[in-house]
């Protein structure tokens, strides 16, 4: 379960992002996960409850979780496209020269805090 250690390195970011802020508390984080990242929503939400306990900082902190569609582009035709719907074979000109464009993301996108 990578889940955890992305949990825990996105906690030490939100340390250091508070102590350059000089926040003693973070409200919610808005996290951004990619529809092809291989992090699962619900174990990663799992894991940041159960980190998020051990964490002064984030311990009342709320969790939002907002995917990023996974999109392809074509080399040969230049349109983009569902990746998970299609994979990657083009569906318009039927290329295998494709690569993704946005989708394995993992970002920290928002934090609220005092």
Known sequence: MHELGVVFAAMDTLGDIARENELT???????????????????????????QK???????????IERIDAVTVCNDCGRTYPT????????????DQTYLLRGNEVEIKEIEGC
């Open 84 to 95: 998970v719907q299609y994979g990657r074979v083009c569906p318009y000109c039927g290329s």
């Open 54 to 64: 051990k964490n002064d900082l984030l311990r009342d902190s709320e969790l939002r």
């Open 25 to 51: 508390r973070i409200s919610s984080v808005t996290m951004r996960l990619g529809e092809v990242s291989g992090i699962l929503e619900d174990y990663f939400a799992d894991c940041w409850h159960w980190a």
